[in-house]
């Protein structure tokens, strides 16, 4: 079965870092796109990130020169390093596939999220 | 901030049809870029619901059906059910941004 589980959200202080994982089954994330969506509470989707199967990685303006992207071929997961976080990056953060059937522009298999808190 | 504009609600009784529109630029849709939505039920993760503009994946009901034109697209639902009641967000590239962008969001109620 083809799976997304991420991990590693929490409450954390305006200026700290956090790191979410994201492990996948049924699949491998070296050979896919993978990119991250958050949704802070009550506002809509909003794409953060992406991950091409050949290494290049993209962020939002958002988040750009805060956030990294990485994959451990090994585990098969893919990682997203938040640092300087803010109040504004208070979300629920997916991971998610891009699938080759949209040539990797549409998201295919989702996580069920997992929820960062930036507070003091 | 989103690109993409959407109605923020729509509302039909159960059998009607409703549409939801998705507005985008000479940055994503306008120059050809593809369009995609998903069905979100609050408090769980999207689902893939078209793609490819009038693509649907397996397991989803034809029910469902998507149009492109211009720099818009279009999400129709036909022979609205209850549990078609959630939110739906369209989805394109944009090459400006470098990056995927999402709709505004639409609320679907069932009368």
């Known amino acids: 079965e083809v799976q997304l589980v991420e991990s590693g959200g929490g409450l954390v202080q305006p200026g700290g870092s956090l790191r979410l994982s994201c492990a996948a089954s049924g699949f491998t994330v070296s050979s896919d796109y993978m990119t991250w969506v958050r949704q802070a509470p009550g506002k809509g989707l909003e794409w953060v990130s992406v991950?091409?199967?050949?290494?290049?990685?993209y962020y939002a303006g958002s988040v750009k020169g805060r956030f990294t992207l990485s994959r451990d071929n090994s585990k098969n997961t893919v990682d997203l390093q938040m640092n300087s976080l803010r109040a504004e990056d208070t979300a629920v953060y997916y991971c998610a596939r891009c699938s080759p059937t949209c040539y990797y522009q549409c998201m295919d298999v989702w996580g069920q999220g997992t929820t960062v808190t930036v507070s003091s | 901030q989103s690109v993409l504009t959407q109605p923020p609600s729509v509302s039909g009784a159960p059998g009607q049809r409703v549409t939801i529109s998705c507005t985008g630029s000479?940055?994503?849709?306008?120059?050809?870029?593809?369009v995609h939505w998903y069905q979100q039920v609050p408090g769980t993760a999207p689902r893939l619901l078209i793609y490819t503009n009038i693509n649907r994946p397996s397991g989803v009901p034809d029910r469902f059906s998507g149009s492109k034109s211009g720099a818009s697209a279009s999400l129709a639902i036909t022979g609205l059910q209850a549990e078609d009641e959630a939110d739906y967000y369209c989805?394109?590239?944009?090459?400006?941004?470098?990056?995927?962008?999402f709709g505004t969001g639409t609320k679907v109620t069932v009368l």
């Open positions: 989805q394109s590239y944009d090459n400006r941004l470098s990056g995927s962008v």
């Open positions: 991950f091409y199967s050949g290494g290049n990685t």
């Open positions: 000479n940055s994503n849709i306008g120059v050809g870029y593809d």
